[in-house]
């Protein structure tokens, strides 16, 4: 029904989203020294070195989450073909997507709000401004 591609979820898809965190003085001095010491390129380089190290100490948590709650994990694009199905065979699509969740430009918010029920992303949801609008009331 859904042009659906999945995606490794450690790989760029397209882009990365900016994450800020707050650390003491000594942590953040303890990440300069290992940069200065040439262990990581930058600070950034440490920080996603040290969360997938930990998304992989839980990765089986991870499945069994995603598998538990029915959610797609990596890539999910719907386009204007996809959605017009859904609403002639009388279908509402829940999206449920750990990644990022894309609605294709040629997508109206009429056509939209006809198809979709609800819309749960955690990570990245991308739509036109219009669309997000029509959908802000059945996002999870």
């Not at 040290?50 to 998304?55: G, M």
């Not at 955690?122 to 669309?131: N, T």
Request: glycine share 6%; hydrophobic share 45%.
């Amino acid at each position: 029904m859904t042009n659906t591609k999945l995606a490794d979820p450690r790989t760029r898809i397209g882009e990365t989203e900016k994450m800020t965190i707050n650390l003491g003085v000594v942590d953040l001095g303890q990440v300069d020294l290992l940069v200065q010491e040439g262990f990581y390129s930058n600070r950034s380089d440490l920080i996603r070195t040290a969360v997938r190290n930990l998304l992989a100490t839980h990765a089986d948590t991870l499945r069994q989450t995603v598998a538990r709650r029915m959610l797609m994990l990596g890539l999910q694009h719907l386009n204007r073909t996809d959605l017009e199905r859904a609403v002639a065979a009388g279908q509402r699509l829940n999206i449920q997507v750990v990644g990022l969740a894309r609605i294709a430009d040629d997508v109206t918010p009429e056509l939209a709000l006809a198809a979709i029920e609800s819309v749960s992303v955690l990570g990245v949801f991308q739509a036109s401004p219009e669309v997000r609008r029509a959908l802000a009331g059945r996002m999870v």
